[in-house]
């Protein structure tokens, strides 16, 4: 099992801050993921990002995948209370093949964001 | 709203019993997977079935099993239950573009085992 470590773990901010969150591994991967999930609600979909280097914008957040395919930074500008939430970030195996296979997922970091 | 149906979305029961979660895909995703969810562990991944047949396992115990039923919708069963599985249960459903799985999740199941 690939390890996807993110940080910070915690993160409360007032609205309209920058911040930046960050999904590190020692495993390349073909693709990261990045889901949003709310209290009681299952995760969301974000985006993929698939290319080293490849930066993906989503309204206020800013996505990037690292050169060496081995981390994602996630970036909110003007954070917004509707940002709250838990931010995850997920990969698949190194090997795809018929035999199944499921996404990885990081721990997550918790985002509260206060008016 | 993922279109993954996922019921019942609590569950409370004893120690040592044994419960059924059900999920229901995507219209058209052939894919189920099942996770748990806990604050220490994060999501985990515990089971794929794809067409009906199991495709990979994660980390489910022995006490658990799941099948994905022809009309794609599919059951978890947990079977003496301790206290330590209570958590979120997750399943999502996919549709396997290319290398990536881009997961829909339900609402999940929070069970609480007491």
């Known amino acids: 099992t690939q390890l996807l470590e993110q940080s910070p773990q915690f993160l409360s901010i007032q609205e309209g801050e920058n911040l930046t969150v960050y999904c590190n591994s020692s495993?390349?991967?073909?693709?990261l993921q990045w889901y949003r999930q709310e209290p009681g609600e299952g995760p969301v979909l974000l985006v993929t990002?698939?290319?080293?280097?490849e930066v993906k914008k989503l309204k206020r957040l800013t996505f990037q995948f690292g050169d060496a395919r081995k981390d994602s930074s996630l970036h909110i500008t003007a954070a917004q209370t509707g940002d709250t939430g838990l931010y995850l970030c997920a990969g698949p195996p190194p090997t795809i093949s018929n035999s199944g296979y499921a996404l990885n997922f990081g721990k997550g970091t918790s985002l509260l964001v206060t008016p | 709203d993922s279109g993954v149906t996922q019921t019942p979305k609590h569950l409370i029961t004893a120690t040592g019993q044994r419960v059924t979660l059900r999920c229901s895909p995507r219209?058209?995703?052939?894919?189920v997977y099942w996770y748990q969810q806990s604050l220490d562990q994060g999501l985990q991944f515990l089971i794929h079935y794809y067409n009906g047949e199991e495709r990979a396992k994660g980390n489910i115990l022995e006490r658990f099993s799941a099948q994905q039923f022809p009309d794609l919708h599919s059951e978890l069963n947990l079977s003496s239950l301790e206290l330590g599985d209570s958590a979120l249960y997750f399943c999502?459903?996919?549709?396997?573009?290319?290398?990536?799985?881009?997961?829909?999740f339900g609402q999940g199941t929070r069970l609480t085992v007491v």
């Open positions: 999502a459903s996919s549709v396997e573009a290319g290398g990536r799985t881009e997961a829909f």
């Open positions: 495993s390349v991967f073909s693709s």
């Open positions: 219209s058209g995703d052939l894919s």
């Open positions: 990002v698939v290319t080293g280097g």
